[in-house]
């Protein structure tokens, strides 16, 4: 059994895609908790962390080890201006990116997994660990999300 297989990436995909729709566009612009990113400002920021981390998963499985900077979210949040999009098209941007990102996933040799990968000044980890840091970020920010 594949890793991909192992988290069921697209039924989680689909299921929390399903979940955000229902949020609208006034709930998007609240804050999940005072002084704190707008539920869009945290979807987009699962968008720059999909893109990111696209790039650290494809690098690491065809070269067998990756290095590369961390990013300034705050900084990537502002930029984009994902206040300012509407709900429906951030929630379609996330999913279509985490589609995208579990066909990668799907299509790691199960040898890369363990390609070591070092992100900033961090200690080196595997692929492995960061799908599933970043599965776990996920996880954590939808839950925000969902949660008002």
């Not at 006034?26 to 893109?51: C, M, N, P, V, Y």
């Not at 981390?53 to 590369?68: C, K, M, P």
């Not at 705050?74 to 999913?95: C, F, I, K, R």
Request: charged share 20%; aromatic share 8%.
């Amino acid at each position: 059994m594949t890793l991909y297989e192992q988290v069921r990436w697209g039924d989680e995909i689909d299921s929390a895609c399903n979940a955000l729709q229902t949020i609208s566009e006034q709930d998007g612009l609240r804050t999940f908790r005072g002084g704190g990113w707008t539920r869009k400002e945290i979807l987009g920021h699962l968008i720059d962390s999909a893109l990111n981390n696209h790039q650290r998963f494809v690098r690491a499985a065809l070269e067998g080890r990756y290095e590369g900077p961390t990013y300034a979210q705050t900084g990537w949040v502002n930029m984009h201006g994902y206040a300012s999009m509407p709900w429906a098209q951030l929630v379609e941007h996330w999913a279509l990116q985490n589609r995208l990102l579990g066909e990668v996933v799907m299509r790691i040799p199960e040898g890369r997994l363990e390609a070591p990968c070092r992100v900033g000044s961090k200690d080196p980890v595997t692929l492995r660990f960061l799908i599933e840091d970043y599965l776990q970020h996920l996880h954590h920010h939808l839950a925000q999300i969902l949660s008002a």
